[in-house]
């Protein structure tokens, strides 16, 4: 098993900045066949949606509605990635899940809430 610890939410004024980070930890060999990292979020009343994932080779995708704001990067010797939020809006409010996608199932972490205050 592959424990992701996240970290860095809170609450921001709109065109603010946050940073989150998730950790994931576990035996070499499972941490071996994580094929990417990345973060979700839900807001309230809404679905889990992708925010942005990066695989274990470098490849990065975005939700349309983070482009340009947000970037995602991975420490691959330490087994962390971050999330550099830009320009929040309120619109970003939600609860946000780091993500771990293993061949056939996914790993989550504890969600971390961002609040963007208008």
């Known amino acids: 098993q592959v424990q992701l610890v996240a970290s860095g939410g809170g609450l921001v004024q709109a065109g603010g900045s946050l940073r989150l980070s998730c950790v994931a930890s576990?035996?070499?060999?499972?941490?071996?066949?994580?094929?990417?990292m990345g973060w979700y979020r839900q807001a309230p009343g809404k679905q889990r949606e992708l925010v942005a994932a990066?695989?274990?080779?470098?490849?990065?995708n975005y939700a349309d509605s983070v482009k340009g704001r947000f970037t995602l990067s991975r420490d691959n010797a330490k087994n962390t990635v971050h999330l550099q939020m830009n320009s929040l809006k309120p619109e970003d409010t939600a609860v946000y899940y780091c993500?771990?996608?293993?061949?056939?199932?996914?790993?989550w972490g504890q969600g971390t809430q961002v609040t963007v205050s208008s």
């Open positions: 990066i695989t274990s080779g470098g490849s990065t």
């Open positions: 993500n771990a996608a293993f061949p056939g199932y996914d790993n």
């Open positions: 576990g035996s070499i060999f499972r941490l071996n066949r994580i094929n990417a």
